[in-house]
C-alpha cells in the first residue's frame, strides 16, 4: 500500500512575466502567430505564486529582465539538491543569458547555496526531477531535446547522487518536467509514451508503484505539475489527470495558465524548487 506524505513546506523561486511574450519559436507550442495576453499572463502567474503560498510555502521572485521573455519559466535556471545548486547552459542562443540572472541569484547567497556552473548543456529543473527518498536520494534526468547526457552525469559528479538517465522521444514533450513529475519523496507520475522503449522499462523497474499518465494528460500539460507531497498544483486543463491523482490520495489544486502554455509551459515551468 503506498502511504500519501504529509505536504513537506518547501522553497521556490518564480519570476515574474513582465516581458513575457511570444518572440521566437524553439518548441512546437510556440505559434509567433498567436499573441500572448500579457495582463492575463500577470494575473495568471500572480494566483500561482498566491496559490503557493497559500498552501504555506515560500515564494521568493528573481527580477524579471526586459529581452529574456522566457525567463518566466524558471525552472531552467539551476537544479539544487541540498545546497549544492548545479547551473543551467541554454540549448537555444535566445536564452543563454537567463543563465547568468539565475547564477547571480544562487552566487548572492553564499551560505545557503554553493553553485557550481556547468559546462554541459542543461535546463536546470526542466530536465531534472529529484526523489529524495527514492533509492537514498536519486534524480531523474532527460535528454534528447535540450539537456545533454554529459550533463546527466555532471550533475552526478556535481551533487554526488545517482543520476538516471531517460530518453525522451516526443518533441511535444521536450523537457522531462513536461512528461514526468515527484509526487512525493519517492513516487512519480510519468507519460510512457513520452520515452524511448528502454527508458520505460527502466522507469517501469524503478517506480513499480507510479502514477501513469496518458496523452491527453500530458498535452493538457498535466505532468507540468509541482507537488509537496500532498497538493497537487497542475494546470486546470488537467482534468481526468487530476481525477486520477485524487483517486491514488492526492489533493489536487487546479491553476489556468493558458497564457503560458503559448510558451509551452505551465506550472512546474513557472517554478524552481530550491532545496537549500
Ligand atoms: N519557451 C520555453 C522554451 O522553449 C519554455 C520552457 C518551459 N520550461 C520547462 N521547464 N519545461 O525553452
Redesign the pocket.
Known sequence: MTVIQSPRPRTYLMCAPEYYRVEYA??PW?DLTTPVDPELAAKQWEVLRETLTGLGHTVEVLDAVAGLP?LV?A??GAFSVDGVVYGARFR?AQ?IPEAEVHRAFYRANPRRYRFVAPRETN????DFAYLPRAYGGIALAGYGF?TEVAAHAEAQEVLGRPVVSLRLIDPRF??L??ALAALDDERIVYYPGAFSDGSRRVLAQLFPSAVLADEADALAFGL?LVSDGHHVVLNAEATALASRLAAAGYEPVPVDLSELKK???SV??CVAELRG
Not at 535546463?123 to 526542466?126: K, R
Open positions: 524553439i518548441n510556440m522566457d519559466f525552472a531552467n537555444f536564452r535546463e536546470g529543473e526542466g535540450r521536450y523537457h518536467d513536461v507540468n510558451g509551452g509551459g512546474k515551468c
